[in-house]
């Protein structure tokens, strides 16, 4: 009776815990967003699946990673996101268009987009902060100018509330082989 109580917590327990895959990236179940992969084609008229949206600003504010002073040279490491055809979204920290493995979804934090006409275009990622453990992180497009998406956090309680800026950005073809491991 105890190993069978033993069995079933050791199960329940690692049930809880995302599985990680050889970058250390957590992988959830996608029944843990809220919202479904997009089906809806209509989406394509909004977003590229062959592009990268590099990260550029945030709150109107430039968005440089890696640069510590003014003098430093400003690094040609860049955040952004990569669009899956499956209603799949990679949010990359560190690309580097002249390494093309480091557009490899697995390097990437998994997330889903999803349109709907009455909705939108909807952004969701799962990050894990130490004080309050894992949580959605839900981004909502505001609008496509040209290129660019300005698309807006939505207020949480973890945070939320910002607007951030990203412009297309042409990937080599050898990293279009790339399919997301989620």
């Known amino acids: 009776m105890v190993k069978n109580i033993f069995i079933f917590l050791l199960v329940f327990l690692v049930g809880c815990f995302p599985s990680k895959n050889v970058f250390e990236k957590p992988r959830f179940k996608l029944s843990r967003f809220s919202i479904k992969p997009n089906t809806n ?5 909004i977003i590229d699946t062959t592009c990268f949206y590099k990260w550029i ?7 440089f990673i890696n640069s510590k002073s003014e003098k430093q040279k400003v690094s040609t490491l860049k955040s952004g996101l990569k669009f899956y ?3 799949k979204v990679g949010n990359f920290w560190e690309y580097d268009a002249s390494i093309v493995s480091s557009v490899n979804p697995e390097r990437a ?15 969701q990622f799962i990050y894990y902060h130490v004080q309050s453990g894992y949580f959605i992180a839900k981004n909502k497009l505001l609008n496509k100018v040209g290129d660019t998406l300005v698309v807006e956090s939505i207020k949480t309680a973890q945070g939320g509330g910002d607007i951030y800026k990203y412009v297309k950005e042409t990937l080599p073809k050898a990293a279009l082989k790339y399919k997301p491991d989620w």
């Open 109 to 123: 934090e998994m997330g889903l987009y999803n349109y709907t006409e009455e909705n939108g275009l909807r952004i």
């Open 57 to 63: 600003k945030i709150d109107d504010k430039d968005y």
């Open 41 to 45: 084609k209509e989406v394509f008229s």
């Open 85 to 87: 055809k499956n209603g």
